[in-house]
């Protein structure tokens, strides 16, 4: 029997006028689209991206996707992209997207509303994303409009909220972010936080123990789970011996019960096949980090279902 995975980290886009979720990011360059992207060819990623896109690349012998979660991509309007999800989940006998992280900005006036919507309407959400990358050293890397939502009262009162309506929340910060967003772990032990791609290693090896000490104020907060993903974000050649020093530390910090496989596809398609990427994480969790089936099990499957109740 082939290996099975839960795909904890995907994204589908359709760039069509006709379709009413639109992505500012992704528009030409002309129009206001984003120049560049840590990743690479930001040219690439500017068209569609869909369900049937998706199963291509995920199609193997070596494993069988099981289920998946979709994570917020930026529209413009988020219940918008979360009623075409809804929509593309409904229409394929697989069930993909199995599970929805939305869009919300915790710190909004409309977040009550948002949260009643998604919580009453639409099941397949289980929880949000805001991205909070903020940098001082440079202003290409900042991902939102502020840096101090992790310590604004209206924002805290916002994940709160999350909580309170037991959805979850993709951490999306850079480590030196991580001692604030540690203290928001620590401050509510009942949420859950996934930490999304490998804690964002934006300096790479060249500063690999500045991020290990990041990550390790992260994995002592036992509510945070890590998302082993998204290492081509800053890593534009993709191979066993550029992520595996990533996965080994994160499986050693978090632990085999606190780690999530996820491909943050069709981002990283822009440095790797699906096929090999999983052969990445797999190979190094398994050989070099020395996990067992049953721990394999638990990182590549069994934990994205629990920690996104698909």
């Known amino acids: 029997m082939s290996f099975e995975i839960v795909d904890s980290h995907h994204h589908f886009w359709l760039l069509s006028p006709s379709n009413p979720v639109q992505y500012n990011w992704l528009r030409p360059t002309s129009e206001g689209g984003a120049p560049s992207h840590p990743a690479g060819d930001i040219e690439q990623l500017k068209k569609s991206y869909v369900l049937d896109d998706y199963l291509r690349d995920v199609n193997s012998s070596t494993f069988q996707l099981v289920k998946s979660v979709h994570v917020q991509a930026e529209a413009h309007d988020a219940?918008?992209?979360?009623?075409?999800?809804?929509?593309?989940?409904?229409?394929?006998?697989?069930?993909?997207?199995?599970?929805?992280?939305?869009?919300?900005?915790?710190?909004?006036?409309d977040l009550p509303k948002l949260i009643e919507t998604y919580v009453r309407d639409y099941p397949r959400v289980k929880?949000?994303?805001?991205?909070?990358?903020?940098?001082?050293?440079?202003?290409?890397?900042?991902?939102?409009?502020?840096?101090?939502?992790?310590?604004?009262?209206?924002?805290?009162?916002?994940?709160?909220?999350?909580?309170?309506?037991?959805?979850?929340?993709?951490?999306?910060?850079?480590?030196?972010?991580m001692v604030d967003a540690a203290k928001v772990a620590r401050q509510h032990p009942n949420a859950t936080i996934i930490l999304d791609h490998c804690g964002l290693p934006v300096f790479g090896l060249t500063d690999f123990n500045g991020w290990k000490e990041a990550m390790a104020h992260m994995a002592e907060q036992s509510n945070v789970?890590?998302?082993?993903?998204?290492?081509?974000?800053?890593?534009?050649?993709?191979?066993?011996?550029?992520?595996?020093?990533?996965?080994?530390?994160?499986?050693?910090?978090?632990?085999?019960k606190r780690c999530i496989f996820g491909s943050n596809f069709p981002v990283d398609k822009l440095n790797v096949s699906y096929d090999k990427l999983v052969n990445i994480y797999r190979d190094a969790a398994e050989n070099d980090a020395g996990l067992s089936k049953d721990e394999l099990n638990l990182v590549f499957k069994e934990n994205a279902i629990k920690t996104y109740r698909l």
């Open 79 to 109: 219940l918008e992209e979360v009623k075409y999800l809804e929509q593309v989940a409904n229409g394929n006998s697989g069930g993909f997207p199995h599970g929805i992280v939305a869009h919300a900005n915790l710190a909004s006036p």
């Open 127 to 177: 929880g949000v994303r805001q991205l909070l990358n903020w940098s001082t050293e440079n202003v290409l890397l900042c991902m939102t409009d502020r840096g101090d939502y992790l310590t604004d009262k209206t924002w805290l009162e916002g994940f709160q909220l999350l909580t309170s309506n037991s959805l979850s929340f993709d951490m999306h910060v850079y480590p030196s972010q």
């Open 225 to 256: 789970i890590c998302k082993l993903s998204g290492l081509g974000m800053f890593n534009r050649e993709a191979s066993k011996e550029l992520y595996s020093p990533y996965i080994v530390e994160c499986l050693r910090l978090f632990t085999p």
